[in-house]
């Protein structure tokens, strides 16, 4: 029987690393049930002690997803780990990951911390984890730049203590595929007791290699599990993705020689809501999930794949889940169609009266758009209005004027805590007119850093979904909007950032 490989995907916590990425409590368990319908077998619900909000999410996420084990990342502190065990107490199966620098770098510039100090802290923290928990993962972060040494003495102890899976994160993607790998092949032979738990790979994508060194991770070390997130979300350049890892390892079988749980067919659904959710847009070009990776723009290629499918094609777009990517429903599409859909796309609405909210949502935008793909789907179901998250600013009505040789002026009606607001303003376009219509009210004083605009189905006919990043206070969020009209997108992608740094103030404001 061929060895399984154990995916681990830290979507929801590497992943929400990025700046502004951010997600909501509601946000974040539909991902996580998207990611149980994928079959991952490990879900790294967040960071529980690293703020209420946090440790909400997580608990929320181990009482509601029953086929996977939940994680929660936590320091190498009594009180870190308890919070842990505390979050994940309703969980179906529950996996303490408890994490300490061990590079040189690190333990002296960061932790200001003797290895000496680092070697016994992490013993007592794995001790202290398995009196809570069976499943204990210890990670040595920034492992791939630690002396060998010091890291086999660090792994031998922690095992000793009853850690179950010891993970070598190459923390700043500076690995290179062969040293990586047989960086952890040497540590598997030198640790005495290695063969007591099982290896894992998290390796961050500086330098363009996180797949290739998770590989050779797995072929050359033997590792048996992979860390990865949806559309390779991570800190900075991002994590090793879960959809080409994946897809290598299931197309190359014949080479790799292991059995991997996903379900592909959810892969196109979770990687669109990913990127719905953060407003992280995924390059066209990207392998599996971007638009023109099934596309065949050249008349060879073209003809070559009407002749036979595998001149050109080692994957099928149907088989990862892009078959779902068609006309789906209509004006006259009913209720329970509606609601089918929505099931086959994995959201799940916390009640009938949401249902509800929505396929009258769905209604009126059937009415100003006659096909309604799944993309419209999701980003109908993103908004606050219908998700009921309880938030700060809600969109009412929008006016503007633009006309060539004109300043451009806009009127907006919004809502703050629940009471309607007028505002108004000029701006050097209908879209600037508008936010500047909003913080005219606001006063947020927050910093914009990125606007971009994306036709959500590729036509003049579709929806614009537009990521509004803002900045302020060291706070770094995304706010997304969907809409026929970009202008009226645009502003619901504002105010749904002041929201989310409303949020983040306030999980701050908790942690103190
Ligand atoms: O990159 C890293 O080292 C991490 C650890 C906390 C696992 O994310
Ligand atoms: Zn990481």
Redesign the pocket.
Known sequence: MADKLIIFD?TLR?GEQSPGASMTKDEKLRIARQLERLKVDVIEAGFAASSNGDFECVKAIANAIKDCTIAS?CRTNDKDIARAAEALAGAERARI?T?IATSPLHMEKKLRMTPDQVFEQSKLAVRFARNLCGDVEY?A???YRSDEDFLCRVIEAVINEGATTI?V?D?VGYAIPELYGNFIKTLRERVPNSDKAVWSV?C?NDLGMAVANSLAGVTIGGARQI?CTINGLG?RAGNCSLEEVVMALKTRRDYFGLDVGIDIKHIVAASRMVSQTTGFVVQPNKAVVGANAFAHASGIHQDGVLKARDTYEIMRAEDVGWSTNKIVLGKLSGRNAFKQRLSDLGVQLESEADVNTAFARFKELADRKSDIFDEDILALVSDESVTHEHEQYGFVSLSQHSETGERPHASIVFTVAGKEVRAQSDGNGPVDASLKAIESHVKSGAEMVLYSVNAISGSTESQGEVTVRLQNSGRVVNGVGADPDIIVASAKAYLSALNKLQSKADRVAAQG
């Open positions: 830290t590497d990342l990951h994490f990670s972060e920034d492992g993970n994160p923390t998290h961050h860390e800190e």
